[in-house]
């Protein structure tokens, strides 16, 4: 019985990366850091995933570095978050997209009593008409002391005909 067991265990596994692989031939995923932005060390800026009719691009938490690394706002939300809206941008329009494509952002925030000066800034860059879905954490902490905020976005890009 054991050895029947362990081949329907290796046979049912085999076949779901057989799955995996023809997943990811017919739907692949690119990994990509844009110029604008500074390249990260040990992660991407963005994945893009091809739906077939469209691209959708889910973005590494943006904080407020500018392309060279350099912090932008030291200790001032208003200019973290227009930075961290800035560098979303970047990799919005470097996919062939636009900040309308935006559909879903998450916030992780140091203090959320500031929340409508972020959705101030927020607002600058998205269609309010038709907002993205969203979600926001206040955090005690994020990587650095200096970073008061983080933002995470996905997109979804039609592909042009």
């Given at each position: 019985?054991?050895?029947?067991?362990?081949?329907?265990?290796?046979?049912?596994?085999?076949?779901?990366?057989?799955?995996?692989?023809?997943?990811?031939?017919?739907?692949?995923?690119?990994?990509?850091?844009?110029?604008?932005?500074?390249?990260?060390?040990?992660?991407?800026?963005?994945?893009?995933?091809?739906?077939?009719?469209?691209?959708?691009?889910?973005?590494?938490?943006?904080?407020?570095?500018?392309?060279?690394?350099?912090?932008?706002?030291?200790?001032?939300?208003?200019?973290?978050?227009?930075?961290?809206?800035?560098?979303?941008?970047?990799?919005?329009?470097?996919?062939?997209?636009?900040?309308?494509?935006?559909?879903k952002l998450n916030y992780y925030i140091k203090d959320v009593s500031k929340v409508q000066l972020l959705r101030d800034i927020r607002d600058k860059y998205i269609n309010t008409k038709t907002p993205p879905t969203s979600t926001l954490v206040e955090v005690s902490k994020l990587f650095r002391d200096d970073i008061l905020?983080?933002?995470?976005?996905?997109?979804?890009?039609?592909?042009?005909?």
């Open positions: 019985m054991k050895p029947f067991l362990f081949l329907l265990v290796m046979f049912t596994t085999a076949n779901c990366f057989a799955q995996d692989a023809k997943f990811m031939q017919e739907r692949p995923v690119t990994f990509k850091n844009p110029k604008a932005l500074s390249l990260p060390k040990g992660y991407s800026q963005a994945a893009e995933i091809d739906m077939g009719n469209s691209r959708m691009i889910i973005m590494a938490g943006q904080v407020a570095l500018d392309k060279a690394g350099n912090l932008v706002g030291k200790g001032d939300l208003a200019k973290q978050a227009n930075q961290c809206f800035i560098n979303i941008k970047h990799i919005v329009e470097d996919a062939g997209g636009t900040m309308n494509n935006i559909v905020l983080e933002i995470e976005a996905t997109a979804v890009i039609p592909k042009k005909k």
